[in-house]
């Protein structure tokens, strides 16, 4: 069956440093993979999507890598602030797909 | 503003009790979503519509039910069969047609259920 994980369910990382956050996805063969955000009590947020002829894509401070090899996604957040704190969620996504399957997350604190 | 107007925030429940949940939008958006949260989880699909007057399952629809008569709405009711049903609920829509893979999911604030 399809699963998704993405790494330990919390990281902790002092402010300035890069925090990078891993999506592993086995029995899917995902034409794009997306990242959210999400804070507590809220609906997440769409931040970035990257294609599997992509291998990076950037937004700012945010970068996401996606090697269909290792079936991974990779998400970086440089120079981190407190107020990056919050959950970050992936989703790869079949090309066929008619409905997006999301991981269960990775919690972020960002220590001042 | 466009967005997804989710309602009521916050609602109770007795046992035994059918409650609908509202969701509407005004993006003009052709799909749209129900998923359920559970604390320190993922979100899990409960059902999805494309078109008006069509919807299909997701992972757990069970004791779920929904309507999609109008494109702007989308309302889930939680009936009595729901064996567990306190949770945060999320309603989403999309603006491609469900099946290009390059859906990006606009979300509400959510709706959290508590059955007493």
């Known amino acids: 069956s399809q699963k998704i994980e993405q790494n330990s369910e919390a990281l902790n990382i002092q402010e300035g440093k890069t925090a990078t956050l891993t999506c592993n996805y086995t029995?899917?063969?995902?034409?794009?993979l997306q990242w959210y955000r999400q804070d507590p009590g809220r609906g997440p947020v769409f931040l970035l999507l990257?294609?599997?002829?992509?291998k990076e894509k950037r937004k700012e401070r945010l970068k996401v890598t996606f090697d269909t090899t290792l079936k991974q996604s990779l998400f970086h957040i440089t120079a981190s602030q407190p107020a990056d704190s919050a959950t970050y969620l992936c989703a790869p996504v079949s090309g066929s797909a008619r409905q997006l399957t999301f991981g269960s997350g990775t919690q972020l604190t960002v220590l001042p | 503003d466009g967005g997804i107007t989710q309602s009521p925030k916050y609602l109770f429940r007795k046992e035994g009790q059918n409650v609908t949940l509202s969701c509407e939008q005004n993006?003009?958006?052709?799909?749209m979503y129900w998923y359920r949260q559970d604390p320190g989880q993922g979100l899990r699909l409960i059902y999805y519509?494309?078109?008006?007057?069509?919807?299909q399952k997701g992972d757990i629809a069970e004791g779920y039910s929904v309507s999609r008569e109008k494109k702007e709405s989308f309302p889930l009711t939680v009936t009595s069969a729901q064996k567990n049903p306190t949770a945060f609920y999320l309603c989403?829509?999309?603006?491609?047609?469900?099946?290009?893979?390059?859906?990006?999911?606009?979300f509400g604030a959510g709706s959290r259920l508590t059955v007493l």
């Open positions: 519509s494309q078109i008006v007057n069509d919807f």
């Open positions: 989403a829509s999309s603006m491609l047609g469900a099946g290009t893979g390059a859906n990006v999911l606009t």
């Open positions: 993006l003009n958006h052709d799909a």
């Open positions: 990257i294609r599997e002829n992509e």
């Open positions: 029995n899917y063969s995902p034409a794009y």
